[in-house]
């Protein structure tokens, strides 16, 4: 009888869990972002910015919500290190990109990779957020401004793919990706909207694609 009361109780007491992986080009906040949400989900605080270094490779996060465990992989941007990426894209349940809202400069260069990434096969139906960080700066866009830059980004890619042999096809299915797109700011550094974030991946990989077909 105790056997069986005690695999009832870890039965009905168990929590799912789910793989989360934030990627971004170098520089964009992805660590601190993670170190930041260790601080606010975990008894073992995050380190603080000043100890952060450049990921090289990964970095592992885990946190324990109501009936969900989330399992973060920080990634690494460095462009030499970006091609690890789709080897998680087949495991996880939802994918955050960070951007850096500050650095207009390289803001093509973060459309380019963030792009390649929407056109993965193995995440199509997966949940994505992006995240333009450093809202805690006066000189970062806002989340309006980033989804416009990105939107005027990508029309011109489609005007430049019509002169040549672009694929509608994979336009059409890219536009409602980005209609849908989820693009919350955040202050990883002084952690303004991080508890939102969270909350949107927990409600996201409750009914994701992903979960449906591992059960």
Not at 176 to 202: H, N, Y
Request: with cysteine; net charge negative; charged share 30%.
């Amino acid at each position: 009888m105790y056997h069986l009361l005690k695999g009832l109780h870890e039965y009905l007491t168990r929590k799912e869990e789910f793989s989360v992986i934030i990627i971004g080009l170098d520089g964009a906040g992805k660590t601190t972002l993670l170190e930041r949400i260790k601080t606010l989900y975990t008894k073992t605080p995050g380190l603080p910015p000043d100890k952060i270094a450049p990921t090289v490779g990964q970095n592992m996060g885990k946190i324990t919500l109501p009936s969900t465990i989330l399992q973060f992989w920080d990634l690494g941007g460095q462009r030499g290190i970006r091609s690890i990426w789709p080897r998680y894209y087949d495991d996880c349940h939802a994918v955050v990109f960070v951007v850096d809202a500050e650095d207009r400069e390289r803001l093509g260069e973060g459309w380019e990779v963030f792009d390649n990434v929407l056109s993965a096969p193995q995440i199509l139906g997966v949940p994505l957020l992006l995240l333009a960080n450093k809202q805690d700066s006066p000189d970062s866009l806002s989340v309006e401004e980033i989804r416009q830059e990105y939107e005027e980004w990508y029309q011109r890619k489609i005007e430049s793919a019509r002169r040549g042999a672009g694929d509608p096809t994979d336009h059409e299915h890219r536009r409602e990706r980005i209609a849908s797109l989820d693009v919350m700011g955040i202050s990883a550094l002084e952690g303004t909207g991080v508890t939102e974030a969270v909350d949107w991946l927990f409600v996201r990989v409750q009914n994701s694609i992903r979960r449906d077909d591992r059960s």
